[in-house]
């Protein structure tokens, strides 16, 4: 869910309909710093699948016909 966010919100995608009012509970009573950390560790790991998304797409992109480069 965090990641669906971070993703949104990054591609402009409107993000008004997520929620964040129950947290899992492997977050419940976690102290702030080690909250952020983890977070920091979600953020990485979208930074990696962005990545993998892109090599893939830029792999997969069909040719650029002459038609197409004026």
Request: hydrophobic share 25%; net charge positive; proline share 4%.
């Amino acid at each position: 869910f965090c990641v669906a966010y971070m993703v949104s919100s990054r591609y402009g995608v409107d993000t008004k309909g997520f929620n964040f009012d129950k947290l899992p509970k492997e977050f419940e009573g976690m102290e702030t710093q080690e909250f952020k950390g983890q977070l920091g560790s979600m953020r990485d790991v979208l930074g990696e699948i962005q990545s993998d998304m892109y090599k893939s797409l830029e792999k997969n992109k069909p040719p650029k016909s002459k038609g197409q480069e004026r």
